[in-house]
Nanobody
Framework: QVQLVESGGGLVQAGGSLRLSCAASGRTFSTYLMGWFRQAPGKEREFVARISRSGVNTYYADSVKGRFTISRDSAKNTVYLQMNSLKPEDTAVYYC???????WGQGTQVTVSS
């Protein structure tokens, strides 16, 4: 069973940046499409970004397009989410996911103050 562990969350002022990491166990990481999702208090979990197995193709929610960048390093079995120009509405718990599966990390809290 692959396990995912997120890190990198924290408190940042509006306009600031954070980089989230998602480390995966197992040897088959490069075979997975990977995604980032987030869940704000009182709201449903929503899609943020997705990356292909090769890392060449990426896809973003409209709300983060142009501000967030998803990437992966297969040698490190890690997916990243670089978040720039953060807004208070980006405040949420961020989760990584093996796309199309029920494999999720434990989440990392991102709080953006105004």
């Amino acid at each position: 069973q692959v396990q995912l562990v997120e890190s990198g969350g924290g408190l940042v002022q509006a306009g600031g940046s954070l980089r989230l990491s998602c480390a995966a166990s197992g040897r088959t990481f490069s075979t997975y499409l990977m995604g980032w999702f987030r869940q704000a208090p009182g709201k449903e979990r929503e899609f943020v970004a997705r990356i292909s197995r090769s890392g060449v193709n990426t896809y973003y929610a409209d709300s983060v397009k142009g501000r967030f960048t998803i990437s992966r390093d297969s040698a490190k079995n890690t997916v990243y989410l670089q978040m720039n120009s953060l807004k208070p509405e980006d405040t949420a718990v961020y989760y990584c996911n093996i796309w199309g599966t029920s494999v999720w990390g434990q989440g990392t809290q991102v709080t953006v103050s105004s």
